[in-house]
């Protein structure tokens, strides 16, 4: 199931901690930094919805850095193969790879909105985070 998470990333005025929400934002004009996080088992639609994303971007003509490849993480489960324990000792070795992708641009919220708005694939999740400078 494909997922789109909106989090704004800002300083809290107090102290300048660093703080994340899940709050609706508002559509401004103004630029934001956007990183798109997009992760999945299945690499050929990582990848094409990585390339409908920048396509989209850059008919926008917006600035577009990625995909950045980040390390596969491998999930390894071994487990005997027999339920009882009797018996010659067998093994079976079970691996789930997850893939990421990253993608940065600098452009207004109402844009981001567009631009995402494509098909996603099953199986992609896709997490949008706009850091307020």
């Known amino acids: 199931m494909s997922q789109i998470t909106y989090t704004v990333m800002g300083l809290s005025e107090n102290a300048g901690i660093p703080y994340k929400t899940e709050k609706p934002i508002t559509l401004d004009n103004t630029e934001h930094r956007i990183r798109i996080t ?54 079976d070795r079970f ?20 631009i995402t708005s494509i098909s996603i694939e099953p199986g992609v999740d896709v997490e949008v985070t706009i850091n307020d400078s």
């Open 38 to 91: 997009l992760t999945s088992q299945n690499v050929y639609s990582l990848e094409k919805v990585c390339e409908q994303l920048i396509n989209g971007a850059k008919e926008k003509n917006l600035v577009v850095k990625g995909p950045i490849r980040m390390p596969t993480k491998i999930l390894r489960i071994t487990t005997r193969k027999t339920p009882c324990g009797e018996g010659s000792k067998t093994w």
């Open 95 to 114: 691996q789930m790879r997850i893939h990421k992708r990253l993608i940065n641009m600098h452009s207004p919220s109402d844009v981001l909105k567009q």
